[in-house]
Each structure stands twice: as C-alpha cells, then as structure tokens.
C-alpha cells in the first residue's frame, strides 16, 4: 500500500504564484488544498483538515495572515505553519512569530530553498505524529526550575504554565537535552529545521525571543536563556 500524500493548506491571493506554488509542491508530491483569503483558509483548515502544513501569505482579503495564524493557535498547537510574505521587517516578523508561525520567508525567495524548508517541516510533522502514538517514556523534560511535556507540549515554570506549539517544544527540547552547552544557531537551524549549510535567516533569534517570554521574568535580561557572543545560546539550570 502507498504511503498517504502529505497535505498542506496554501493560502495565497496572487493568481500566478498560487499556481507556480501549487504546480511546484504536487511535483513534490503534496497534496495542495488551495485558499484565496483568510475566511475560506480558517473554514477549510477546520473543515477539510488536518494537514502537514500550512503555508500563509499575510497580505490577503477577509482575515489577515497573522490573524489566520492567531485562530489556528487557539485550537491546534501541532500543525506547523509557515508564513511567506512581502512584509521583511523586524517588526513583521515578530509578529508572525508571536501569531504562532513555525517558520517566516520573505519574497522574492528561491525556489529551492522553499521547497526544501516544506520538506523539513512537513518532515518534523510526521515525526511530532510518530512521538505522540509511541509514548515515548522520556517525555518529561527537567533543567532548573522548568518541565517540559514533550508529548502535551507543556512547559511549567516558577510564573506558571504555558502551552508550546510543536515547534516551541522541538527548540526547547533541544537546549533542555543539553543543558549548559552552547549551541549555534547552525546547530539548532540543521537539527530542529533540517536546514544544512550557510543559509541567512533569523528564525533562530526569533525563536529565542518567544522562548525567553516563558523562561524569564524579565525577557530583555535573560538569566537562563543566554546569548554567548559570537557562538549561539545556552540555556543553564540557575541563573
């Protein structure tokens, strides 16, 4: 028997790179469920779900992208979701991070590197699926004052306690499994995203932001989550 097509929900307005995107991932091997606005992308991710991906232009009629993001994050934590948009700045991208986006690319993009970051998100999908039906033992996670449930996506720490998105949870774990020790952004980029090689993104820094929200009492002077200059993040037991 063949194993089921990966589906992923593509919401794009723009006539020509909805089809050039749509054309690209069936090639790939997807199924694409296409949507033109944000009111249609919110009734099919709810009616003709789930899916492996969703991939979210923000500058679309009805509901916005990050609005789109913000619904699917209040009912599902799992699905990744990835935002490709026009809007580049700072600003922007906080956002979509903060609305629940997995993952932020801006146009003009590559081709190549698109479809390679659906590949490893769609990837981390299936292994999400693969963990939550093994009961992995291992699920709880302990360094310092925080626990982490790596199959209820919960984080406990001394504020209280906070639901992860699966993405969230694979980053926290990452640095949880080896605490103390730095880890660079490449590190992170090629074990939690599957991104190998010198590729330019700040989705790495972004994470730490949302992390740092659930980790430290004054997120702007981190004591557990900490930047070491020049080589990555290290997040330690005590401050």
Known sequence: ???AKKRILLVEDEPNLAFNLQFNLQVEGYEVVPAVDGKIAIEK????????????DVMIPEFNGFEVAEIIRQTDD??????LT????EEDRLRGFEAGADDYITKPFHLKEFLLRVKRMVKRSGYFQTSLASGDEDKILSCGPFR???ELLRLQ???????????EADVLKEFMQNPRRVLSRQHLLDTVWGMKGDIETRTVDNFIVRLRRYLETEPSKPQFLVSVRGRGYRLVDEP
Request: no cysteine; glycine share 8%; proline share 5%.
């Open 1 to 3: 028997m063949s194993e």
């Open 45 to 56: 991710f709810r009616h003709d779900g789930p899916f492996d991906l969703v991939i979210l």
């Open 78 to 83: 799992q699905t990744h979701i990835l935002m």
């Open 86 to 89: 026009a809007l580049g700045k």
């Open 148 to 150: 982490l449930d790596t």
């Open 157 to 167: 720490t001394p504020t209280g306690q906070h639901t992860l998105t699966a993405l």
